[in-house]
């Protein structure tokens, strides 16, 4: 069994939550590591300690500077530019994202089965790194 690591970088409670029990619900093998900030999620990665398997990044949280996370992620780290990154928000929102075509977008207004059922079709996903 090979263990998966999910970055969760919000601020919210009810998504740390969702996220643990949807994660564990639809992967047994994935561990959620939960970063209450973007740029300690910043430091984490650029201290190259360990590498996500993918990202999940909520882009409503408190000082997020969503398009300078997305562009380390995609284009100033080599070892993370793999990485998938799913930006979770608000559809209005969605205008900001610089690097719209570096990531996948899930609206933040979910219901628990709505999230369920998006990890599981992630999972699928060829190229995510998680089939």
């Known amino acids: 069994m090979t263990v998966k690591t999910c970055l969760l970088i919000t601020d919210d409670p009810d998504d ?3 996220f643990s029990e949807a994660f564990a619900e639809v992967s047994e093998e994935t561990i959620v590591l939960i970063v209450l900030d973007s740029q300690k999620a910043l430091e984490m990665l650029r201290a ?29 780290h080599s070892d993370l530019n793999q990485v998938p990154v799913v930006v979770y928000g608000d559809h209005g929102e969605f205008y900001r994202l610089e690097y719209a075509s570096e990531v996948t977008f899930f609206n933040k207004e979910y219901e628990y089965s709505e999230l369920r059922d998006f990890l599981k079709e992630f999972f699928r996903i060829p190229g995510s790194r998680l089939v």
């Open 16 to 18: 740390h939550q969702a």
């Open 48 to 76: 190259k300690k360990h590498a996500p398997d993918f990202i999940f990044l909520d882009m409503s949280m408190h000082g997020i500077r969503i398009n300078t996370f997305l562009k380390f992620i995609k284009f100033d």
